[in-house]
């Protein structure tokens, strides 16, 4: 991911104290503990190590089953509102995000939860398309984009709430290579911070940090090239294995 000026970095504290998480009893993140400071931050990991689920929790719409996570000090899942100008999720799957016809609705409905009144939100919604080159498509219905489409409408919708911390799910998952070139420009250039999960070292290569999450557990946390260079590493190992039962899940 291209790096911001580094004259307009802002720097984000990521703790998780002890955060363990069950679903029906069975465990899916394992006494995470950290404690980081980051402008860029990359979760890596296999399929269902966790990534999501982390994500999930670090925006607050989870709360752990034992242990805190806090996000410049405030736990996100405590006060939705106020969780609202501090940290905005892109999920994996653009269908679990869009609620609203027409794209302006689903870009201006955040800004209205951020309490602004309903014509300065869709002005404002209105500058972040025209911002991505997108003003015309403003009326158009999201149910008629492609998926990638529908993944540019959802970040737009969170990047328009300008969070201080932006927290991506696989963001170019699907998106043909001019898209996911023009995403990473527009990506460089949120001042805020940002946590991108991917299982590809490659989309986080210039993060300054990086987790490497195996079966809910940390592997790693630590510089972003020397994490991601280990977990290519070890991917590279398992690929070239015959062992079936290393394969995810
Ligand atoms: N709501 C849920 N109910 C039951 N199990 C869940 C739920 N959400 C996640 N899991 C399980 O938790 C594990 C981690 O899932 P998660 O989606 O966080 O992984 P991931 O690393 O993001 O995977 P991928 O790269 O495939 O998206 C998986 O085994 C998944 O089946």
Do not use: N
């Given at each position: 991911m291209t790096k911001a000026d580094p004259q307009a970095q802002q720097k984000a504290r990521l703790q998780l104290e002890a955060v363990s998480l069950e679903i029906d009893g069975r465990p899916i993140l394992r006494e995470l503990e950290l404690s980081v400071a980051f402008h860029r931050m990359g979760v890596l990991g296999r399929n269902g190590s966790g990534k999501s689920t982390l994500s999930r929790l670090i925006s607050g719409l989870v709360t752990p089953s034992a242990g805190r996570a806090l996000l410049n000090g405030a736990d996100m899942a405590a006060d939705r509102r106020a969780a609202l100008s501090e940290v905005g999720i892109l999920f994996q799957n653009p269908d679990h995000q869009?609620?609203?016809?027409?794209?302006?609705e689903e870009v201006s409905f955040g800004l209205a939860q951020q309490g602004r009144k309903q014509r300065d939100a869709e002005a404002e919604a209105r500058a972040t398309l025209e911002r991505f080159g997108k003003a015309h498509w403003a009326e158009v219905a999201v149910a008629t984009l492609s998926q990638g489409q529908k993944h540019l409408v959802c970040l737009m919708s969170v990047v328009a709430m300008a969070p201080r911390v932006l927290v991506l799910d696989e963001p170019f998952a699907g998106l043909d290579l001019p898209t996911k070139m023009q995403l990473r420009r527009a990506l460089g250039q949120f001042p805020g911070a940002l946590i991108h999960v991917s299982h590809d070292p490659e989309d986080i290569a210039d993060c300054d940090v990086c987790l490497w999450l195996d079966a809910g557990r940390l592997v790693e946390a630590g510089e972003?090239?020397?994490?991601?260079?280990?977990?290519?590493?070890?991917?590279?190992?398992?690929?070239?294995?015959?062992?079936?039962?290393?394969?995810?899940?």
């Open positions: 869009i609620i609203f016809p027409t794209v302006l972003g090239a020397r994490v991601g260079a280990a977990y290519l590493e070890a991917m590279r190992k398992l690929g070239a294995g015959d062992d079936l039962s290393d394969l995810s899940g």
